[in-house]
């Protein structure tokens, strides 16, 4: 019975002790948060240079059918399928929450995503370690949602990404009867 009794007293004590303590050090970082005293600072810029190229060269391949946005939220362009609950539904969904898609075109008038582009910095695709493309790669076409992939170049060729994309812009489907 006393050690029952005993054991009983230390488990009090030491939680006690552990909500005091986190009484005490609440209040100092709460502060601290008040005070503006935030670790971050600012990120220069939003791409590097040659995604910014990239994008250029893209938004001219799409000939202003469709509007690009640039490192898109992965959940904000999928969604987990009704009726997956509980832990497999928040597995599926911390699978896509982090990640973020270098480039989502959309409709500029409904804001239908149309097909997602991922620009990698390194030689053929395969180098990269196929794991996080694949797992890209299947989500979006689970989807229903194209997926394009670029090498990192210094210069990009417009028509050289309008073939890849296998999309002519109607604009240049007239002038080619015409001509």
Known sequence: MSIKMLTSAVVVFL???VGTGLLKILPTRNKKCAEGNFPYEKVTFL???TE???LGALERAVAGEYRIMAKVRMADVIAVKPGLEGMAHRIAFNMIKGRHLDFVAYHPLTFEVMFVVELHNRGPIESEGLTRNDFVDN???SAGIPIFHFNMHRFYKVQE???TLSWRPVALRTKDKSE
């Open 47 to 49: 791409m590097s240079p």
């Open 139 to 141: 989500a979006l076409r």
């Open 161 to 163: 990404i309008r073939d």
């Open 15 to 17: 939680l006690t002790a």
């Open 52 to 54: 910014r190229s990239f």
